[in-house]
């Protein structure tokens, strides 16, 4: 079942954060819980959270995002933060729904377009295949270089 996230899910979504951090192009870099838990608790509030409970009452998916404007002017974009299905969970219909239920809440605020990204370099061509499959367009690439 897909569900808006409830305070009592903040320690079910960093557990999937945390794993979704260690799997990704980002592990490398510390995990801070508290500023996660900071972020989620004002996206309660401001911005997109859902997650995705099992028959068995177990968050084994989640969807953050939120509204932005675009930084050369006015409008309302609603990007995403995250997407996250437990591996095990992976290759049904969760992320779909998940998917869907974040264009809809977009539609609902009136949002000009929804922007996601593949920035985890985790199952980026199936990822990618899901969001053409929606609808969504592949205006570009992401590119990346560690520093440290």
């Known amino acids: 079942m897909i569900r808006p996230a409830t305070e009592h899910d903040l320690d079910a979504l960093i557990r999937l954060g945390r794993m979704m951090h260690a799997e990704s192009w980002y592990h490398y870099l510390p995990f801070n819980e508290e500023k996660l838990r900071g972020l989620f608790a004002y996206l309660l509030e401001?911005?997109?959270?859902?997650?995705?409970e099992s028959s068995d009452g177990e968050i084994d998916g989640g969807f953050v995002g939120m509204l932005t404007e675009p930084w050369f002017g006015n409008g309302c974009i609603a990007s995403d933060l995250g997407l996250f299905i437990l591996p095990s969970k992976r290759g049904g219909t969760t992320a779909f729904r998940l998917l869907q239920a974040f264009v809809n809440w977009a539609i609902e605020r009136r949002a000009d377009e929804a922007t996601l990204g593949i920035s985890?370099?985790?199952?980026?061509?199936e990822t990618e295949r899901l969001y053409l499959y929606l609808g969504?367009?592949?205006?570009?690439?992401l590119f990346k270089r560690?520093?440290?």
């Not at 401001?46 to 995705?52: D, E, L, P, Q, S």
Request: proline content about 0%; aromatic content about 10%.
């Open 46 to 52: 401001h911005g997109f959270i859902r997650v995705h």
């Open 120 to 125: 985890t370099g985790v199952h980026v061509e």
């Open 136 to 141: 969504f367009a592949r205006v570009g690439g």
């Open 146 to 148: 560690r520093l440290k």
